[in-house]
């Protein structure tokens, strides 16, 4: 069955399916209506900016191939740092940031969303490497230690960020573009 019968059930077939995809797809779904605020935490700090960063040594690129040599590689574990968010004084994130990929030596990244009550609200955020993990060496050159604190207006159904200016380096508390 390989004639014009067939392929005259294969358009209707298709047209068919078409008609209910678009019908289906202008169905109203039921959702979370906009009643809370969303507060998103979002950045990056790399392994040198974490205090910790051996750079592998002349030899050592040597052996590798011309491809492969990175003389601003970091060489082993990102510290692990603890991330704390407080609103209006309740504390809503209590966590430990480790470095990513299997060794824990990739960049750390820190990207959290807290649904918020809406209103007027006083926001604290603290970045700091963890207590456990620090060492005599690091007074040499002391480990990022990163802190916001913010009164804010939020509004049902809208974002709030905290994020790391690239410029100073610091958490700043600012509402994304429209």
């Known amino acids: 069955m390989t004639g014009w019968p067939a392929r005259a059930g ?10 209910a995809l678009a019908a289906l797809s202008a169905w109203p779904m039921p959702g979370d209506p906009a009643v809370h ?9 790399r392994g ?4 910790d960063c051996l750079r592998p040594r002349q030899e050592d690129l040597e052996r590798l191939p011309v491809h492969m040599r990175n003389p601003d590689a970091c060489l082993g574990a990102v ?9 209006d004084d309740a504390l809503v994130v209590d966590d430990v940031v480790r470095g990513g990929g299997a060794r824990e030596d990739r960049p750390l990244t820190v990207y959290r ?9 006083r926001i604290r955020a603290e970045f ?5 993990t ?11 230690a990163l802190h916001v604190e913010s009164e804010a207006t939020l509004e049902p159904g809208r974002v709030l960020l905290i ?5 100073t380096g610091t958490l700043e508390v600012r509402s994304p573009l429209p």
């Open 10 to 19: 294969a358009v209707v077939v298709t047209l068919a399916g078409a008609a």
């Open 37 to 45: 605020a969303l507060l998103r935490l979002d950045w990056r700090l």
């Open 48 to 51: 040198e900016e974490a205090g």
């Open 79 to 87: 510290p692990p740092y603890h991330l704390r968010l407080w609103v």
């Open 113 to 121: 969303a807290v649904r918020v009550t809406p209103g007027a609200r």
């Open 128 to 132: 700091v490497r963890d207590a456990e």
């Open 134 to 144: 620090l060492t005599d060496d690091d007074d040499a050159k002391p480990p990022v």
């Open 163 to 167: 994020v790391r200016r690239q410029d």
